[in-house]
């Protein structure tokens, strides 16, 4: 029976190795006309010191990906609060009416229980767009950022106009020790894919 508990700790451990370098959840993108449909949803959790996301969800081409950070305060100093709109504050044209303050404080509740009075808002250029409805393009996301930060991708034409943005569903929120939900897929698929390995070896004996 003891040998039996340690051969079943021993292969939660080693499923628990191969499910920690998983990445976070994709990031899509939805045309800014869409967002009728697409809009709908809370921003997705991941753990504090993600540095990984995949981009999908447009056919656009010729185009370049951004990703929006958006970082919550306690106070009213950030550059991005009430009355503001987000892509004006990033510079960012045509604006849009999403994500308004009042959603963007209304994820932050929802994710960490934190009740934001701004955000610092700012983004940074990942490069030129080369993912599709399927294929996804690699995002390194920054480490190190503060717990409640919000990540929002979208993309600019050769313009620099305003094409795609993700939606609330499909932004990214970091919490704090949150299991990503791909990490607990490959754990729970990895104990049962071990678990029968080691009944068999069990049967036999």
């Keep these: ?10 292969l939660a451990f080693v499923a628990f190795c191969f499910s920690a370098p998983a990445m976070a959840d994709n990031i899509h993108l939805c045309d800014i006309n869409q967002f009728t449909t697409c809009n709908a949803g809370n921003a997705i959790q991941v753990q504090s010191g993600t540095t990984q996301a995949w981009a999908f969800g447009t056919t656009n081409t010729s185009e370049t990906l951004y990703i929006a950070v958006l970082t919550p305060n306690a106070g009213t100093g ?16 045509p604006t849009q009416v999403f994500p308004n303050f009042a959603s963007t404080v209304s994820q932050e509740q929802l994710a ?34 503060p717990v409640g930060t919000i990540f929002i991708a979208f993309l600019t034409d050769s313009n620099g106009n305003l094409v795609a943005v993700s939606p609330w569903s499909s932004s990214l929120i970091t919490v704090s020790n949150v299991p990503e939900p791909s990490s607990l897929m490959l754990l729970s698929t990895g104990l049962l894919a071990l678990g029968g390995f080691a009944r068999k070896r069990f049967l036999k004996n």
């Excluded at 955000?119 to 390194?140: D, E, H, I, P, R």
């Design 1 to 10: 029976m003891i040998r039996k508990s340690l051969v079943v700790l021993a």
């Design 78 to 93: 950030g550059n991005f609060t009430s009355g503001s709109n987000l892509w004006a504050v990033l510079g960012i044209s």
């Design 112 to 145: 960490t229980g934190m009740t934001a009075g701004s955000f610092n808002a700012s983004y940074f250029q990942v490069g030129a767009w080369t993912g599709s409805v399927t294929l996804g393009q690699s995002v390194a996301l920054p480490g190190g950022v």
